[in-house]
């Protein structure tokens, strides 16, 4: 099993399938891909902007989906603390050059490093 599996979803999938994977992976987010290349995420707030415009559980996330998303090149957490806490943002993926998925970073990641490192 894919260990990103709980965190990613296709183009092709749902709204009912984006709530799902939202549930399932407690951040509040998910990542879109395409062929293998993360090309987006769909948040909480993007589902309810869909139902109140109309769409059904089972209309796809592609209309939703936003495009213009942030990432890293590397496993930062102190990047990532930056981007959560001046974007309120949850999760960051982490990619390749060609936008492959390597990792992801969630407020969790950071939050357990708070915890071990008073000095961060």
């Known amino acids: 099993m894919n260990k990103f599996a709980s965190f990613t979803l296709p183009l092709s999938a749902s709204l009912a399938d984006a709530a799902l994977c939202i549930k399932t992976n407690h951040s509040r987010c998910s990542l879109v891909l395409s ?12 589902l309810l902007r869909a139902f109140l415009h109309g769409s059904t559980p089972s209309s796809s996330i592609s209309d939703w989906v936003n495009l213009e998303f942030f990432w890293l090149k590397s496993y930062d957490l102190f990047k ?16 390749t050059a060609d936008m492959n998925l390597l990792d992801i970073i969630t407020t969790f990641d950071v939050l357990r490093l708070l915890k071990t490192n008073e000095s961060f």
């Open 80 to 95: 990532a603390h930056e981007a959560f806490l001046s974007l309120g943002i949850t999760m960051i993926p982490v990619v």
């Open 35 to 46: 062929e293998e290349r993360v090309i987006g995420t769909l948040s909480e707030g993007d």
